[in-house]
Every structure is written in C-alpha cells, then in structure tokens.
C-alpha cells in the first residue's frame, strides 16, 4: 500500500506565540486603552470648558453699566460656570502627576482655585452692600418712608455704617490674597506664544496683570475707607482749601490754578465758605525763590522785573505731593490757616457731574450745561466760564515793575461765579432722587480715577490713605521701566482745549542687551486762531524716565534745557510752539539704565493729571499694543 503525503504542520514554539499575541493584539490594546484613558476625560472637559466660554462670554464682552441686578446676574452665572467647570476638572485632575502634560492641568487647577476665591470675595462684598445698594439707587426699593429720602440722607446712611463694613473688608482682602497666591504659582512663559492664532503667552501675562492690580485695589480699599469718616468731617468738622485748575491751560498738576475756595464738610455734608480769584491771593505774596528757567523764558510779564516764582505757579512739580507742600507752606503766608487739606479739581470733574446731573440752573448767572456751544466747539459750561474769565482780551503786566496794567473789565468774576455755581452743583447733586445716584457716584469715580480731582491731607494716616489708593497724583516709585510725559502751557492762553495728543514708543534691545527707546509725541491743534481761547502755544515738556537713563538724540525742540535728576528719576525737557491749525512732533531717543533680564520686561506709564485720554502706541520687535492713556497703567511687554 503506497503511503499517503504527509501534512507537514510548522512547528510554532510557545515563546513565538507569546511575541505574536503581544505584538499585534496587547500593544494596541494596552495603547489605544492609554489612549481612551487619557483622552476621554480630556474631550468631556474640553466640552464642559468650551460650554463655559459660551456662557462666560457674553458676561465679560458687556461693555456699559446696567446696574446692579445685571451684576448680580452675570456673577450667579459666572459662579454657576466655574463650579460646573472646577466639578469636571475632577476627570483630569489626576493627570497633573503625568510628565510634561501635568505642569498644565496644575495651572488649570491654580486658575479654577483663584476663581472661587475671587467668587467667595465676591458673595461677601454682595452680602455687604446688599443693604445699601437700595439707598443708593442700585437696586429698586418698595419702601415709601424710604422712597422720600434725599440722597445726602442715603449718603449720611451709608458712611454712618462703614465701621460695619471695615471687618468684611478683611475677609474681602484675605480672599484675594489667597487667590494671588495660586495664580503666583502660574508660569506664564511656559505657554506657547502663538496657538491658532491665539497669543496664548501675551494674554496670560495680561491676565495676571489685571489680577495683579485689582487685588492691589482692593487690599488698599480698606485704609481708605478707615480714613472716610475722618474725611468727611463725621466726629469733627473739616476745612479744605479748593484748588480749581484750568485743564484748558495744563500745567504740571492739571492746569493754571485759576481760583479757590474754602470748603466746610460736616458730617458729610459740603458747605462753600468763600470763593476768590486766585490773583487777589497772589497779590498779597511776596515772590521769595526762583521760578524753573521755562516759566521765566515763556511767561515773561511778572517774570521780567523779578524771577522769582508767582503763587499762581507754583504748582510746577508733577507730584501733587510735592507740589502741594509747596504750595501750603507759602499760602500760610497770606493768612490761608486752619484748613485740613487741599482739594485740587478740574473742568473735567465738571463736565462729568453736569453730564449726570444734566441742565441746572445757577441764580443770577443762567444755566449750564454739558451741550456744545458752536462759538468755541466745547461744552457750554466751559464756553460761559472762560467767557467770565477773559473774553476781552489777556492780563498785561507791566514789564518794568511787573504789575497788572491792563485787566479786562470781567477778568475778576470768576471769583463771582465759582461761589454760586459750587452751591448749585451740591443742592443739584444732593437732592437727586436714588434712581440717579448711580449715574452720580459713576462720573465722581470717574473723575477721581482719570485724575481730575487729587486730594493732599495733612492728617498722615488720610494721606497715606488716599496714595495707596492712587488719588494723590504722585510721581510712583517703580523698579521696571517708567515713562510719565508732563506739559505746560505757558501762555498758550486755552489752547489745550483743542490740542490732541498722540505717543509712540519703539523699544530696541542692541546686540550688547542694553534696551534703546525712541519716544515720540506728536501734538495737533485742529481749530483756527481766535485770540480768545485758541492761540500759539509755547509747551514746555519734560519725559521722566529712569533714573540714570542717557540721551541719545531729541528733535523737535525749540530749545533743551539740560538733562536733570527729579523725584528719583531722570528728566529730559524743553520747549516749541504749536500753532492753531498745526501740528508738532517731538522725538526723545534714550539708552535705559538696565539691559533686559531674563524676565519679563515691565513699564508704568503714569497719565499727566488733567488729560485727557492721549493714544499710545508701544512697539518691540515682536508685539505692539494701543491703547488710550485713561489712568495710570502697567504693560508686560515682549522684547
């Protein structure tokens, strides 16, 4: 029998097996289960996140002020969102151990652990307030006794009550402080700088500079409110002298000072003592040290006979402080005693408070408002107080003896209007009914965070009070780079209320890391010469930068005064005229005093008080950002 073929079965040894059951079937599953493991809780977060941002977007994109309610509103969805968010940060949380990914998801937890800090100060400040926001306006009040209040009774109401808000002040603060903590353990320069699109890194840094700085208001909120009933005058009355300056007419401080008052405030109540034009206090002063060599080269009139420095402008520090000192050592020597502090205000506190209060009516003088008067192309008030002042024409001081010998016929009423226009302004304010104390209190914050009302207090812990909170106009100590731009109008009669105002900064970083700025303002008086208001102005302009900074080169300039040392900073200047209908450009160029670090390069550019808001444009070889000058502000730049 012939024998069958056999079937030759290979021979698979047990090892090959094991190989090829772990190459093609348990690698990929052990992969594609890291995988599942990993990016399913990952895409579950992803939604969850992406939902918030919808929700949160709407909230934080409201650009106007809809009153309390809207607040409350936008803060129960914001809470909602970041509890619903912080729950599924749960999926990821464990992924912080992991290498490389784990440094981020720690940030988000540090981010999410801010947040609710942020929202338990923010249920504490509600929970505060809530009984006063119906006194004053911000939420509706069904209570007819309390329906008839006037609004200095709401106001006497809620300062009476601060020793009740000073504890929750703490706790406010301490919040804040532990959420700056986590937000300090986030390295922003870890992040990508582009993602789609998105500078990731940049928008980072500016949030956590925002952080930086509203927490900084807020843990000094808490002097300033210690100090409020000293302020306004609640266990004994205070006196204050009121500067008015002339922002149309800017110097140093915020303008010419042009008249003052002396206020009385009794528990919280404002009452006008006298009024007067600030020559009459100045012609009792005896001049007795030297005027800054651009008041003497641009002024002349007094200044021809004797150099010495006139009451009027003596204002020529850009530190309030400073200038203030000044200003109360020597007005005690006219008689001016036993006053509290000095209240230095412009014409932009004016137009803000008449844009809430409206129209109102001033006995014997007419009535004001903020409409546009053709005649000068500004708000009516403002046309009707300059028309007061001088409509005929400049004071013209003798050249040889250096007294008045000319003064229009109505140059002296402004010392007649202030009195009757500060006791219309206060009856106006302070018998609102509640529905308008909002819009009120918003055009006094206004007012006082854009700088057009500084306050200087001889009481040391007030003071110190009001500089923590940034409304004593001081020139700021600041260890990055510093820029604060200061002009005066030294006879340029009101031509600043036309003058616009544009500034570009380039930095530069040269091949030895020193950094190398180019700064340049350029100044624009649209309107036509009318001898009046408008004419030639002669500006002299000082740049204070950091101190052992070099110039480089400066164009522009009529003259240059040397380079100074000034309030811990270095300070370059000089002077040029702009003409109605023209324009004027000055460039600085300077080296700083330090090469950039291996972190990040910070700048405070502190807004002149009196300005309005000039544009800024701030240029590196790799970011530019614009911006218009409202306050004083910090950047975080990339060089």
């Known amino acids: 029998m012939q024998d069958e073929p056999s079937i030759l079965i290979p021979k698979i040894d047990l090892d090959q097996k094991q190989k090829f059951k772990a190459k093609y079937i348990v690698i990929p599953s052990v992969i594609l289960l890291i995988i599942l493991i990993f990016s399913i809780p990952v895409i579950l977060f992803a939604n969850k996140a992406k939902k918030v941002y919808s929700e949160l977007t709407p909230v934080f994109s409201a650009s106007e002020f809809a009153g309390i ?17 912080k729950s599924s940060y749960g999926l990821i949380s464990w992924m912080k151990f992991v290498p490389f990914v784990g440094t981020y998801v720690k940030d988000l937890g540090h981010g999410l652990s801010a947040s609710t800090k942020v929202l338990e100060a923010g249920e504490i400040t509600f929970v505060t307030l809530d009984p006063f926001l119906a006194e004053l306006g911000f939420k509706k009040d069904n209570d007819a006794e309390s329906a008839e209040k006037s609004a200095q009774e709401r106001i006497d109401f809620v300062v009476n009550s601060i020793p009740e808000i000073l504890p929750k002040a ?44 509203i927490s900084s208001y807020v843990s000094e909120s808490k002097p300033l409110l210690e100090s409020t009933p000293y302020l306004l005058g609640m266990e004994s009355d205070r006196n204050y002298l009121v500067l008015f300056q002339n922002d149309k007419e800017i110097r140093p401080t915020g303008g010419f000072l042009t008249a003052y008052s002396v206020m009385k405030v009794s528990k919280a109540k404002f009452e006008p003592v006298s009024s007067d034009d600030i020559y009459n206090l100045d012609a009792k002063y005896k001049p007795s040290f030297p005027a800054p060599d651009a008041i003497v080269d641009l002024i002349k009139g007094p200044y021809v006979l004797s150099q010495n420095i006139r009451l009027r402008d003596i204002n020529y520090s850009p530190d309030y402080k400073v200038a203030m000192d000044l200003f109360s050592t020597e007005v005690e020597k006219v008689g001016m005693k036993g006053i509290d502090g000095i209240i230095t205000v412009d014409t932009g506190l004016l137009v803000n408070l008449l844009d809430a209060l409206g129209e109102i009516g001033v006995p014997g003088f007419g009535n004001y408002s903020t409409k546009i008067e053709p005649k000068c192309n500004c708000p009516q008030v403002i046309y009707e107080l300059e028309s007061f002042a001088d409509i005929e024409g400049p004071i013209i001081w003798d050249p040889l003896t250096g007294k008045i010998i000319l003064r ?19 009856a106006n304010a302070f018998a609102q009914p509640k529905e308008k104390i909002p819009a009120l209190l918003d055009s006094i914050f206004k007012s006082v965070l854009e700088k057009h009302v500084l306050l200087y207090l001889f009481d040391d812990k007030a003071q110190m009070a009001v500089e923590g909170f940034g409304i004593a106009g001081r020139i700021e100590e600041y260890a990055g780079d510093y820029l604060h731009i200061n002009d005066s109008n030294l006879g340029g009669r009101k031509s600043n209320l036309y003058v616009k105002q544009e500034v570009e900064q380039e930095i530069l970083v040269n091949k030895d890391g020193m950094i190398e700025k180019s700064l340049t303002i350029t100044y624009q008086n649209p309107e036509k010469y009318d001898g009046w208001l408008n004419s030639v102005l002669p500006n002299w302009v000082r740049i204070y930068v950091p101190e052992g900074s070099r110039l480089i080169a400066v164009e522009g300039l009529e003259k240059q005064y040397d380079t100074t040392t000034e309030l811990n900073k270095t300070v370059f200047s000089g002077y040029f005229k702009l003409r109605p209908e023209g324009v004027s450009k000055v460039t600085f160029k300077y080296l700083l005093p330090f ?12 807004k002149q008080p009196g300005t309005n808001a000039p544009l800024y444009t701030v240029r590196s070889s790799k970011t530019e950002e614009e911006f218009l000058l409202n306050s004083d502000k910090e950047l975080r730049i990339k060089l």
Not at 181 to 209: H, M, W
Not at 410 to 426: E, F, T, V
Request: net charge positive.
């Open 595 to 606: 090469k950039r670090g291996s972190g990040d390069y910070r700048m405070l550019i502190q």
């Open 408 to 426: 229009p016929a109505n140059s002296d009423n402004r010392k007649k209007i202030i009195g009757p226009l500060m006791n219309s302004i206060l």
């Open 69 to 85: 309610e809207k607040i409350k509103s936008d803060f129960n969805v914001t809470k909602n969102s970041i509890t619903e968010l």
């Open 170 to 213: 703490d706790e406010i603060t301490k919040k804040f402080e532990e959420a700056e903590a986590e937000l300090l353990q986030i390295d922003p320069n870890k992040y990508p700088e582009n993602f789609k699109g998105i500078n990731v890194r940049e928008k980072l840094k500016s949030i956590l500079l925002l952080f930086e700085q």
